[in-house]
């Protein structure tokens, strides 16, 4: 965050058009710090919606790479004489392409890949291309490995293009690497049969050699480095509603993502019919990005790694007959689901799934904390299944915190019937879910301020603000997500965490939004909501501190004149945070003042991060991505008080030392 030039001027123009306003004076108790701000109070949700798996954050470029699809060469369009077989040297993915001699020198035979909306490359780059291949005549094949224009006048024209020779009639893993001569946004991957040798290939995989980390199966990076700018506090995985999936083949297994890559069976997702308006029959998920995946993920951008599991209901949204769920007799299996996962999380490598995870290449425990049974289940049939898991989980491992659900809506007849249960249960945590338009978010400023402090604590799971018929993302829509976060933080007590949601959406892909991080094949960037949970997680301190606006405490509801604020101290620091969101659409005087300062103390330096847009209505692009940025400057420190102007639709942190 860089200061902006003539912000200071800026700011004193608007200072000198509101002489006349009443200035809000905001008192902090600094001497009185309250409840601890949880190191999970602000984090992510990831779900493998608006291809943000597949296509996304996980790197491997080629659609289908298995040809394990239905139908098995949907990604592919084949040319001379190419066979699926299935036989393969992979139990869970057992098709593969047979390449053979089209019986004509001048008739080529092979295979082009579409990718994800195409596949983007960029000049100079490194891509491996890995396949799993035979000759099962014996004797030696060679394929050829290409990366084509598609926008070349000439479609055969190649940017990369390398050999590949195979001499063995086992199945073997061969690789090479690509380096492309030209950046394209939409290429496709070629491959031809270049002798009349007949060749099996299986399992055929192109990624960047550039991946986050470094990790070969890895991670898109500069997806992966917006996820570890925010410093997540918790990171949520893996949804959502494909955990429960429409039938039970479909939900999310995680016993299928874990172990080796080429093994893990392809699994049908959800949001590939969902919605009409955006249909896409190729979406399905890899499991390339499984557990273990997500796990390392969460240990390497600092977050405590939240695992969701099926609870034997579907959705409920598209299949409600009883006879579609388990049985609460029949969750033994589901139930040792949940226990093996935390052993593959937590366990020795003396243990089954510790030892499973050793070998994938982290002999270290994980150390989870916290695991979610059920998405957004609603009725009696959750809490029923419910209860068997938490009565598991506690007698084998009682230091873990489970997570429950209070049904899809914010406020309502489910959520009123599942609260209770909740607490009945003893559930540590409960996941609300809250899509609501800008007058909600107006309106629940003071939320959490008179929740039963006794019970589990909250998780706001799922949350965005939809803008009255302006279902995308604006800056407005954030401006009032922060005016609602300043209830989170000011409710801290019994707020634990935090996750605003969808996380990820292709630009040519998408089904939901808004979405916090938008992409296409080459580029992303970060929307104005992106950074509101940026300035939340980077400046949450360590402790709430008391705060009355004109000696009234400030409850949030309906803002106050407009305004909405949370006060924190950073023990780490000793630095006062003080969060403050005008949105009305007049300049705001404020006075600052630090009560409880010793008597000969003032403050010694304080900045402010703004964050405001000329537009309510836009937010940043792939193609504009710094529309809409935070702006950092300066500002005047006065003895135990800080007098300034915060502009209409603003949401400013201030920092004070």
């Keep these: 965050m860089k200061n902006m030039t003539g912000w200071a001027a800026a700011l004193a123009l608007t200072a000198g058009m509101s002489l006349q306003a009443q200035t809000n004076e905001l008192t902090v108790q600094v001497k009185k710090p309250g409840a601890p701000i949880q190191s999970t109070m602000y984090g992510l949700f990831f779900e493998d919606i608006n291809y943000a798996a597949d296509g996304g954050l996980y790197a491997e470029l080629v659609k289908n790479r298995s040809f394990e699809f239905p139908q098995h060469l949907l990604g592919w369009q084949s040319f001379g004489k190419v066979t699926v077989l299935d036989d393969g040297p992979f139990e869970r993915n057992p098709h593969y392409v047979r390449l053979a001699y089209s019986g004509h020198d001048h008739k080529q035979t092979g295979l082009d890949n579409e990718g994800f909306f195409g596949i983007g490359v960029q000049a100079g780059e490194e891509y491996r291309f890995s396949v799993w291949a035979r000759v099962p005549q014996g004797g030696k094949g060679r394929i050829r490995v290409e990366l084509i224009d598609l926008a070349s006048a000439d479609e055969r024209q190649a940017v990369a293009s390398e050999s590949l020779e195979f001499e063995s009639a086992e199945w073997k893993k061969y690789q090479l690497i690509l380096k492309p001569s030209k950046t394209l946004e939409r290429a ?161 490598a003396d243990t089954e799934w510790g030892k499973l995870r050793a070998d994938m290449g982290h002999p270290a425990p994980f150390n989870l904390k916290f695991i979610g049974i059920g998405n957004e289940q609603w009725g009696p049939e959750y809490p029923e299944r419910l209860e068997p898991f938490i009565k598991a989980i506690r007698a084998a491992y009682p230091d873990i915190q489970i997570v429950g659900s209070s049904g899809p809506n914010s406020e309502g007849e489910q959520f009123d019937y599942l609260w209770p249960e909740m607490r009945r249960l003893k559930a540590d945590l409960v996941d609300e879910h809250f899509y609501r338009p800008e007058k909600w978010f107006l309106a629940q400023g003071a939320r959490y301020d008179n929740y039963d402090r006794k019970g589990p604590k909250v998780f706001a799971g799922e949350y965005a603000c939809h803008g009255k018929g302006k279902k995308w993302n604006h800056f407005h829509a954030a ?140 937010d940043n692009t792939v193609d504009q991505p710094n529309r809409v940025v935070p702006r950092e400057a300066p500002i005047e420190v006065s003895g135990q008080a800080v007098e300034t102007t915060l502009e209409p639709q603003t949401f400013a942190v201030y920092i004070l030392k």
């Design 188 to 348: 496709k991957l070629r491959i031809f049969l270049r002798d009349k040798q007949t060749v099996d290939l299986e399992h055929v995989s192109l990624f960047p050699v550039d991946t986050w980390n470094g990790h070969e199966n890895g991670l898109r990076k500069d997806l992966a480095q917006a996820l570890a700018d925010i410093k997540p506090g918790v990171f949520r995985f893996p949804g959502g509603c494909i955990v429960e999936g429409t039938e039970q083949p479909d939900r999310y297994n995680w016993k299928n993502s874990v172990g080796p890559v080429e093994n893990r069976p392809l699994n049908l997702n959800r949001w590939q019919y969902t919605f009409t308006h955006r249909f896409y029959p190729d979406y399905y998920q890899s499991y390339g990005l499984g557990f273990y995946e997500y796990f390392l993920l969460s240990e390497e951008i600092g977050s405590e790694p939240l695992p969701i599991l099926n609870c034997g209901l579907v959705c409920q949204y598209q299949n409600n007959k009883m006879e579609a769920h388990v049985p609460v007799c029949d969750l033994d299996s589901y139930i040792q689901d949940a226990l093996d996962l935390i052993e593959f999380a937590n366990g020795s």
């Design 479 to 618: 401006l009032l997500e922060a005016a609602f976060m300043t209830g989170l933080e000011r409710n801290a007590d019994i707020v634990h965490m935090a996750t605003y949601a969808p996380l990820f959406a292709h630009v040519d892909g998408w089904q939901w939004r808004p979405d916090m991080i938008w992409f296409d094949n080459l580029r992303s960037v970060r929307t104005c909501s992106y950074y509101v949970q940026q300035l939340y997680s980077h400046y949450k301190g360590t402790h709430v501190l008391p705060l009355t606006m004109d000696k009234q405490p400030v409850t949030g509801a309906e803002g106050q004149n407009g305004l909405f604020a949370s006060a924190v101290v950073d023990k780490n620091t000793n630095e006062i945070i003080i969060k403050v969101a005008n949105t009305s659409d007049r300049p705001q005087p404020l006075k600052l003042t630090l009560a409880g300062m010793k008597k000969n103390a003032t403050l010694t330096s304080g900045r402010c991060i703004k964050f405001s847009s000329p537009d309510p209505d836009i």
